[in-house]
């Protein structure tokens, strides 16, 4: 069975601090997603990373893939409050099926 | 960019009645959809895969006889709970992949079952 764990899954952090969410697999991903949820909303996808060692920035927002393609972390450097939500990392392993982490929800603090 | 449309975004019925929720990719193609249950504060649970012009592939524990999944067209998708019960209310999305690596979610459906 393929598992994509993810942590933190809860995160409450003040305002301006920086934070980073990681996503861990035994298996290997052609591709991995990193999406934001908001309540009631469907997922929104943020990036995608393909290449083992990629770096993708989207604004304060840092994605990284695993050098063996099997894990990936978002840091994001001095939290607002407008970054609040779900996070979710969401692996392929080739074709169109999709796993998803158990999702981090943030909580950014004014 | 890629639209999925999803409809209704909420729903409330009876016990016992049937509910169809459409998934429509509006500016592309889209052999293939997928169809996802969300528990509050929980993640997206994989329940099927939609495919054109066949039958659909669910995942384990999944009853097919109760999420009826009918891909009638490249672009749509739909998704009927039959004699809903309490217990499937929950958050329910499709999605499309648009490019290679990149999926579309619809905006999702409330199903409330009282």
């Known amino acids: 069975t393929q598992l994509l764990e993810q942590s933190p899954q809860f995160l409450s952090i003040q305002e301006g601090e920086n934070l980073t969410v990681y996503c861990n697999s035994s298996?290997?991903?052609?591709?991995l997603q990193w999406y934001r949820q908001e309540p009631g909303e469907g997922p929104v996808l943020l990036v995608t990373?393909?290449?083992?060692?990629e770096v993708k920035k989207l604004k304060r927002l840092t994605f990284q893939f695993g050098d063996a393609r099997k894990d990936s972390s978002l840091h994001i450097t001095a939290a607002q409050p407008g970054d609040t939500g779900l996070y979710l990392c969401?692996?392929?392993?080739?074709?169109?099926?999709?796993?998803f982490g158990a999702g981090t929800r943030l909580f950014v603090k004014a | 960019g890629a639209v999925v449309s999803q409809h209704p975004s909420w729903v409330i019925c009876k016990s016992g009645t049937s509910v169809k929720i459409e998934c429509r990719s509006l500016d592309f193609q889209a052999t293939t959809m997928f169809w996802y249950r969300q528990f509050p504060k929980q993640s997206l649970m994989l329940m099927a895969t939609s495919n054109e012009g066949s039958k659909a592939t669910y995942e384990q524990g999944v009853e097919k006889d109760k999420f009826l999944i009918n891909h009638a067209s490249l672009t749509l998708s739909t998704l009927t709970v039959t004699s809903a019960h309490p217990e499937d209310s929950s958050f329910y999305i499709c999605s499309a992949p648009d490019t290679i690596y990149g999926y579309t979610f619809g905006s999702g459906t409330r199903l409330t079952v009282v």
């Open positions: 969401a692996g392929s392993t080739g074709g169109f099926k999709t796993i």
């Open positions: 990373v393909v290449t083992g060692g």
């Open positions: 298996s290997v991903f052609s591709s």
